[in-house]
T-cell receptor, first 116, second 112 residues
């Protein structure tokens, strides 16, 4: 158990809808990262937050947004969903922006999104 | 320039054999190269990592070999066991930009 909690584990929705994925980082971790894992794209970095502030942005679509709250949990909002958004969405956390050591991220078990 | 290319996509090895997964990177600013292991239904977990000033790092049956001039690194799993069956991801990272750039993954199957 990595200590990172993600909900929901599974989500099925229709095209055009909006969903919110939630992540609680490990106790004491200030950084939260979101990754998308699909069969043909591997693990793609979406966005990173550190202590409530956006720290780095990756290949995140404009239809997607995220935030980190004062209690450090994070939410990833996906809107105007398309079939191609079906994927596993992972949240990861680390102690600080540079990790401890660098590159050591602790991943949750993911939220599987299916868009029909 | 951010890419990390990983091969093979899938690999089948007999129990007791050596599993070898290769990665190549483009971004010379990367200064940390971790390997993550992912079991079905679970998130990736850090397995072993290396910095480019070291040519080899060994932890138990797992060894990373690093060739800085060729911009390549590889994971060797000695005496492979069925419990090693998982998907393995190599990655590159650099300080100041904590995001990991992952390879495409290798699905490893160890036959008993």
């Amino acid at each position: 158990d990595s200590g990172v909690t993600q909900t929901p584990k599974h989500l099925i929705t229709a095209t055009g809808q909006r969903v919110t994925l939630r992540c609680s980082p490990r106790s004491g971790d200030l950084s939260v990262y979101w990754y998308q894992q699909s069969l043909d794209q591997g693990l793609q970095f979406l966005i990173q937050y550190y202590n409530g502030e956006e720290r780095a942005k990756g290949n995140i679509l404009e239809r997607f947004s995220a935030q980190q709250f004062p209690d450090l949990h994070s939410e990833l909002n996906l809107s105007s969903l398309e079939l191609g958004d079906s994927a596993l969405y992972f949240c990861a956390s680390s102690v600080d922006p540079a990790g401890g050591p660098v590159g050591e991220l602790f991943f949750g078990e993911g939220s599987r999104l299916t868009v029909l | 320039q951010q890419q990390v290319k990983q091969s093979p996509q899938s690999l089948i090895v007999q129990k007791g054999g050596i599993s070898i997964i290769n990665c190549a990177y483009e971004n010379t600013a990367f200064d940390y190269f971790p390997w993550y292991q992912q079991f079905p239904g679970k998130g990736p977990a850090l397995l072993i990592a290396i910095r480019p000033d070291v040519s080899e790092k060994k932890e138990g049956r797992f060894t990373i070999s690093f060739n800085k001039s060729a911009k390549q690194f590889s994971l060797h799993i000695m005496d492979s066991q069925p419990g090693d069956s998982a998907t393995y991801f190599c990655a590159g990272a650099f300080q100041g930009a904590q995001k990991l750039v992952f390879g495409q993954g290798t699905r490893l199957t160890i036959n008993p």
